[in-house]
């Protein structure tokens, strides 16, 4: 959420009103799609498991692969991230508030289970829509009419694969359907649809909030919100909505990987909790720091890549099964045009954020 506006600075209005349009149209499908999955086989698994089951063993291993190098990466961005906004809160380094960070969030993935998780998260994500909307009203507020629209930007594609990240809630859904038990795949599907939506909407919120406010934002922009919108309260209230953001997905997020660890590794809960906590803090304290370029990598290549395999899974399903309970249609334009999406933004994220 905190990357948007700037990415948004970087490709321009026009750019980015498309890119948005298309990230919701694919995370959508592929949350939906990922649902009818989840929903027409048995036994638990994650990504990599239903990848190994339709697709065949070069696709689990694949999926594995790329799983646990994308839910790393994102794991170290909202832990370093928390570190610097608990840092803007509380004084001392962010360095040592993104270990005490990843050190609450391990306690939590060890000695909790999903379901205290998922009302943790509830009761953690109220505080932080109030905050956004109180946040973003103030910004609308300070910056209206001061600010002129970006329409062209630099780089024209930057802001796809920020927005495929900030939309994606994949590793959740396979959790969410446990909610649900029996058959109540109607319930299931308007979770994943809301689910969805709300956040979509209020990223909407924030970005024209935060644009009106400062203009060229860069992804620490609450100090420049303080200037406009009068007080350093803004900067508190402003890291506030950063932990809880970054808080909330990591638990999330790191409840996923481990699973991964778990059922498509076949490690021991031990040795899943400590790859999943310790890896991202590793490669951190090695000294990652770019992380708008990592989201736009993550987001752009990892997910997308995700995303395909979603479709080809869900395309084996329907052959191999028939008739299933459907979540959407899923006919052969939105299949092929969802390649298009996913395919290009991995082609963009090869030849110009890793080469």
Known sequence: ???????????????????????????????????????????????????????????????????????????????????????????????????????AGGVILLSWNIENIGFLNLVLTIFLILAILVISGLAAKSGFGKNDVIFLGSDPFFVFGIFLFSLTGLSVIADARNLFPG????????????????PAALYLIFIVSVLMASGMPSIESLAGLASQMGGAWVISLGAFIGVLAMFTSYLALGFDLKEIYRLDIGMKELMAWLFTVLVPLAVFLLGADDFVKLISIVGGLFIAFDGLFVIFILRSLRKRFGRTERFLSFGLVSQILLSIIFGASIIYELLYQVF
């Not at 696709?59 to 928390?82: C, D």
């Open 183 to 198: 058959k109540k795949d109607g319930l299931f599907k308007k979770a994943i649809l809301l689910g969805t939506v709300v």
């Open 1 to 103: 959420m905190f990357a948007l506006p700037y990415a948004i600075s970087v490709s321009g209005f026009w750019s980015s009103l498309a890119a948005a349009v298309l990230a919701l149209f694919a995370v959508l499908s592929v949350h939906l799609a990922y649902g009818e999955i989840i929903s027409n086989t048995s036994g638990s698994h994650r990504l990599p498991g239903y990848a190994r089951i339709y697709l065949g063993n070069w696709a689990g291993h694949f999926e594995k692969f790329t799983g646990i190098f994308g839910f790393s990466a994102a794991l170290l961005i909202y832990g370093a991230l928390g570190g610097s906004f608990l840092s803007m809160l509380f004084g001392f380094s962010p360095l040592f508030w993104t270990v005490v960070f990843f050190a």
